[in-house]
């Protein structure tokens, strides 16, 4: 559901380099935020399961390690700066009334529609604003959120509930992925 890929570009010093992606990658992999709905279970990067959590993960856990200010926030701020924009990419899906590949009582017991890859995948969600382009294809089945982790956290909070209040990650949601340009200026 949720990929994790560090590249790194690096003059000089292959070792700095190395050390500042390994903690990169220590935070990332480390960081915790509240299920929704539940005091009994967090999540993790390795133990999401449910698209329902993919968000809360980011807004609660992610967002903070790369943002200032707050308790433990601002993890990746130790040695990286963030530039611009956190982008979120996801890869949906058409969703199907009925699943065709499923035989009668397969398709009685399942009783729901099915969320095949491919297809041709339009402009979805609730109550989105024409302002928002994260619900309008970026490219063929690709959508785009971005989210600007530098802006104070009601801010962010506030994207994060649009997104979640209009859908933007559901069933239909096959792969996402964040993307984050670090810059470590001590070691360059």
């Known amino acids: 559901w949720i990929s994790f890929l560090l590249l790194v570009f690096h003059h000089g010093q292959a070792e700095e380099s190395f050390q500042a992606s390994r903690f990169v990658e220590d935070v990332v992999r480390g960081v915790v935020a509240p299920a929704p709905g539940t005091r009994d279970r967090e999540l993790r990067f390795g133990s999401i399961s449910e698209h329902g959590d993919i968000l809360p993960w980011m807004e609660y856990g992610l967002v903070p390690a790369f943002s200032s200010g707050g308790q433990n926030r601002g993890q990746i701020l130790e040695s990286q700066a963030v530039v611009g924009f956190m982008r979120m990419l996801q890869t949906r899906g058409e969703g199907k009334a009925s699943c065709d590949n499923l035989n009668g009582e397969l398709q009685r017991f399942h009783g729901a529609g099915c969320h095949p890859p491919g297809g041709s995948v339009g402009q979805y969600g609730q109550g989105v604003s024409q302002k928002d382009y994260a619900f309008t294809p970026w490219r ?38 964040v993307e984050a340009l670090l810059l470590n200026a001590e070691s360059h």
């Open 140 to 177: 063929d089945n690709d959508f785009a959120a971005w989210v600007e982790v530098s802006r104070n956290h009601s801010t962010v909070a506030e994207r994060f509930r649009s997104l979640r209040a209009s859908g933007w990650i559901d069933l239909d949601t096959h792969r996402v992925v």
